[in-house]
């Protein structure tokens, strides 16, 4: 498999995921012209992608969504619930209802806990390598920790530093929107987790949707580094994805 963030931030989200056999986009955050130009650079023709996976339909999700779909015509992925929060007259979809194959891909919907009417995490599966995406949770349940560990790559929300969230400009309710339950991972919190899933097997960790205004790239590296060292684990290779630059292409 092969992986590549695209763009991923408060202001669009988007990532380019490949198999041997399929070509998907997760999220379509960004403009058609953003994608496009991106995936050429990655020597990907838009024209290609199959699939999009919605991970839920904020608009920094689904922006370029209606503009993308309408010139390559890719089949939408999102679940019942999604579908009646977006509102989009949309011809070619599947909704997601459990896991689920296409070709040489494996789907493991997770669910995660933001506030839309439903939002959903995944774990990708293919040729005996895998890898989570989960942006956009206040949490992760424990029930699905099990499904969450020991996978090749990992794509996580590490969006805030909590002194700098209590301490900005945001109000007071903001904060507590973002702190809460329903929020977004900090740091912290997504350090943390990131100790009890990866291993050996774990190639490399991806911090994704950091906050522009309550974050800094080094704050994240801090904590996760610190909160490994904490642990006894070792940490993995770890990059930070960012709003306006892709990431290198990943290959697991």
């Known amino acids: 498999m092969k992986l590549c963030v695209l763009a991923s931030g408060s202001k669009g989200n988007c990532t380019y995921l490949e198999t041997d056999n ?34 839920h339909t904020h608009t920094d999700h689904i922006k370029g969504l209606s503009v993308f779909l309408k010139k390559y015509k890719p089949i939408i992925y999102f679940t019942e619930k999604m579908d009646e929060e977006l509102g989009m007259l949309i011809d070619d979809f599947r909704y997601i209802d459990g896991e689920f194959s296409i070709k040489d891909l494996k789907v493991i919907p997770i669910k995660t806990s933001h506030d839309v009417a439903d939002s959903n995490g995944y774990v990708f599966e293919s040729n005996n390598k895998s ?23 990992y794509v996580l929300e590490s969006n805030h530093d909590i002194e700098m969230l209590m301490n900005g400009k945001y109000p007071y309710h903001l904060k507590q929107r973002i702190y809460g339950d329903k929020g977004h991972l900090s740091n912290k919190d997504s350090a943390y987790y990131l100790t009890q899933f990866t291993t050996e097997k774990t190639k490399e960790v991806i911090l994704a949707h950091l906050s522009e205004e309550n974050n800094l790239p080094e704050k994240a590296l801090e904590t996760f580094y610190q909160t490994y060292e904490k642990s006894g684990k070792k940490a993995p290779k770890v990059v930070v994805a960012t709003q306006k630059k892709r990431t290198e292409v990943v290959e697991i």
């Open 22 to 55: 399929t070509k998907s986009l997760i999220d379509v955050g960004m403009s058609c012209a953003y994608i496009e130009k991106n995936l050429r650079e990655i020597g990907v023709n838009p024209e290609s992608i199959e699939r999009i996976f919605i991970t």
């Open 131 to 153: 890898l989570m995406y989960m942006t956009d949770t206040g949490y992760i349940n424990v029930r699905n920790h099990n499904k969450l560990k020991n996978h090749d790559l």
